[in-house]
């Protein structure tokens, strides 16, 4: 599924720390590497225009040129020995121009770090990112680049590489599960690959009271989730009926664990019993949060999860899902986990239904 792998880069060492994941993706897979560069027409960078048109010109013309040395570089090295790798050229808007070439390139995936460098053709990678992931035909894997200047990998040896699917019980959100079965696949080969199958359920529709009635604690990166196993107190003005409150909540946690058995079984159906499949289901008031807290250590307050694991190498989600009562506006849940997490995020644009 990943054979086409496309890099794009601008020039800095942040955009260059998602290399050594691509290059494993591409050996592992027997791929090609499509390193793309884009130039940004004069007309996009007016707002260099202080010193006049003639230096803009000049400037641009040697940093093409320097990229070029650069790209030529990356090419040459012992890095990329062994694996089939094409310098691809566009202009435009950056993301336009990923865009453009995710077609022409006929790319199965883009890996891009989250942060750049801006300059003449130095982009802010994040925004670009998600500009890219929200539009694309194929997957986008993001990286979380570091000013140490290495991307934080957690891809152990002599295991699987577990990732992390959350799911809302919508078609959309689904639509990750399959891309992320392929890229563990590849990247835990000879090893099965392994999937934590999770589900989180807003606390204000299977609780029956107000989301500031909650008992909340402080949960690491921010945010607040509800302690002592979804503990809930009741207020002066309006008594809560505790039984009737904790029953539900166990009943929606019920059905969405039964939820994520029927795709766990599914998945073994289509992708063969070798592959290794975990599940969680929880409430949380901070649904983001939560996903953070299962991803990368496995444990989240009232979690019902079928086997324990430690944490996971990265996280695949779907750019947008559905909302109601137990399901999130995807998007923006998306979003929010990749400008926290350090883990890789694969994001996944759902067909149009």
Known sequence: MFKRILVPLDGSKRAEQALPLATRLARASGGTLHLLRVDTPPQDLAWYATEGAFVIRDAM????????????????????????????????????????????????VVVIGSHGRTGLSRWMMGSIAQKVARQSPVPVLVLRTTEEGRAALFLGEGQPVQVMVPLDGSTFAEAALKPAVALSQVLSAPLPGALHLVQVLPLAAHSGILPEEATWVAVPGGGAQVGSMLSIHSTEHEPTDQGAIAINRTQALDRAHAYLLRVKSALRQEEGHDLQITTAAVIDIDIASALLGLAEGGEVCGAHISDATAGCAMI???????????RWVMGSITERVLDATRLPLLMVRPPKQ
Do not use: C, K
């Open 316 to 326: 695949a989600m779907a750019t947008h899902g559905r909302s109601g009562p137990s």
């Open 61 to 108: 013309v040697e940093e093409r040129a320097s990229i070029q040395r650069y790209m030529n570089r990356l090419v040459a090295s012992e890095d990329f020995a062994g694996i089939p790798t094409r310098v691809v050229n566009a202009e435009g808007e950056a993301a336009q121009g990923i865009l453009t070439a995710i077609t022409e390139q006929q790319a199965d």
